[in-house]
């Protein structure tokens, strides 16, 4: 009984510190983390493309620079590489403000926190979205290609018919994937002041004292994320490839 | 002095690799030890065993491992039972072992998942076979699907285990001296943060690529099988006509 009434009890402050204006703060958080999430999705993709096609290109310069990039930032803690363009972004910054005069000489620019991490994020993601193409690349029918060849297509007219849209078509799950672990590199970029779900659920616990709420809501709200998109993903891939269900 | 510089850096960010690794090594341990148990749970047929596995598996990998990190670290503190037991407090107010409980529940749940898709990899016919040659379901498991199950299990193993090792750098933020937080401190006090965080990069780097070159050779070693003969690779040979 004495069980009960305390939960009572820890319900109704949970509900009165959301109701204090903590729920608002929250779902403004979940609109960013959201936010930096599609930002580097779509930076993601654009590097990503280039790193395929560079891992896929017939000279060994441009393979070694595609091998490397993905090395190096699959290999790396997020963390630093989120640190590296932030705090390196501020270095580089105040070095070229400086030099030019436009900040006195003990004067610091700053990085824009949104900037650099969704600089950071975005090209951790543009590493596992260059596999995931090259991948579907790869899994594209050789057939194909050899008779948009034989149909005299041009190079460009190959890659806008054939393999763009299969490529498309074929990455969907893989693209689920990145996206899943998007969301949770994104948490990550609380560090640099973007004031996204992970950075809002730390203000609350540490200005309310109620770390074990607002913890707990911040990982209920990033399950919610991370699950509603299973779905959209899963719609996705029926859509993408309705033409290639067997015939019942 | 540039030279110098970097040199320094390095060694210091070096003199903290002992502590990344005894994170790694322990978070890695005890996770191995928990995924076991979790593929057991799971592959034991039970109705519960399955929803307790699927629910653990879906929060642990739907959440981002700091939320994981900080709700057990900040959040579990506040209740007082935890406060005053002499065996969960001692180890929950040390933000060591918050890190490495936190990475062991959470590579739990992918290392599970992995195990039970290798179990499941595992041919039928090599068990049917096993049962058709008497062997008891101890014996089966232990020199078949075992076996042939830690075989599969390897390549997503392996990247698993590097995950971990970047995870580990999540300990600096709360107040670990690990390689990342060692990096972070010269970084404050010399505001040079590209020179040293490619320092630290390149530890980090070093290290995980020794770990899949580790990997890759155990993963080598353990299919003999699959590799072609050394001295017939070289040239291709008339398919028989009996087929």
């Known amino acids: 009984m004495e069980f009960l009434n305390d939960f009572k009890d820890q319900v109704s402050t949970a509900y009165e510190l959301l109701a204090a204006g903590w729920g608002v703060q929250l779902l403004w958080g979940i609109a960013w983390t959201l936010a930096v999430t599609v930002v580097s999705m779509l930076i993601g993709a654009m590097l990503g493309s280039l790193v395929a096609a560079a891992k896929l290109s017939h000279r060994g310069g441009l393979r070694f620079i595609g091998e490397s990039y993905t090395t190096v930032f699959r290999g790396e803690p997020e963390l630093l590489i989120i640190y590296l363009f932030y705090y390196g972004g501020t270095q580089v910054l105040t070095g070229v403000a400086r030099s030019t005069g436009s900040i006195g000489s003990t004067d610091i620019l700053n990085m824009p926190s949104f900037l650099g991490g969704v600089l950071a994020v975005g090209i951790i993601s543009g590493a596992y979205q260059a596999e995931v193409f090259r991948g579907s690349f790869l899994a594209i029918h050789r057939g194909e290609l050899e008779a948009a060849r034989a149909y005299g297509m041009s190079a460009w007219l190959r890659f806008r018919l054939v393999i763009v849209p299969q490529v498309l078509r074929l990455a969907v799950p893989g693209l689920g994937n990145v996206w899943q672990l998007t969301i949770k590199d994104s948490a990550l970029i609380s560090v640099t002041g973007v004031a996204e779900l992970m950075l809002t659920a730390n203000k609350a616990a540490r200005s309310t004292h109620h770390s074990l709420l607002f913890y707990t809501v911040a990982g209920i709200l990033y399950l919610v994320m991370t699950s509603v998109s299973t779905p959209i993903f899963e719609k996705a891939e029926r859509y993408t490839s309705r033409s290639f269900t067997r015939p019942k | ?243």
């Open chain 2, 1 to 243: 002095m540039a030279f110098d510089f970097y040199l320094s850096t390095m060694w210091s960010v070096l003199k903290a690799l002992p502590l990344t690794l005894e994170i790694w090594f322990f978070g890695i341990a005890f996770g191995l030890v928990i995924a076991t148990g979790l593929t057991w749970l799971r592959a034991s047929g039970s109705k519960l065993g399955e929803y307790f596995t699927r629910a653990y598996v879906f929060i642990f990998r739907g959440s981002p491992l700091l939320v994981q990190l900080y709700l057990i670290y900040f959040g579990l503190s506040q209740f007082d039972f935890v406060r005053h037991s002499p065996i969960l407090w001692p180890i929950l107010r040390d933000p060591m072992y918050c890190t490495i409980v936190a990475m062991a529940l959470n590579t739990a749940a992918y290392e599970s998942e992995i195990f039970r898709g290798a179990l499941r990899a595992v041919p039928v016919g090599q068990i049917e076979a096993a049962k058709a040659f008497g062997m008891s379901a101890f014996t089966r498991f232990r020199l078949v699907t075992l076996p042939i199950a830690l075989r599969l299990a390897l390549p997503a193993y392996s990247t698993e285990i590097i995950l971990m090792t970047k995870a580990t750098a999540l300990a600096s933020v709360v107040t670990i001296m690990e390689m990342m937080g060692t990096a972070q401190k010269i970084q404050h006090d010399t505001f040079r943060p590209i020179e040293v965080l490619t320092c630290a990069g390149v530890i980090y780097l070093l290290l995980n690529l020794s770990i899949a070159r580790l990997f890759a050779w155990v993963e080598y070693r353990l299919s003999p099988h699959l590799r072609p003969p050394p001295e017939q690779s070289q040239q291709i040979r008339p398919v028989p006509e009996v087929l």
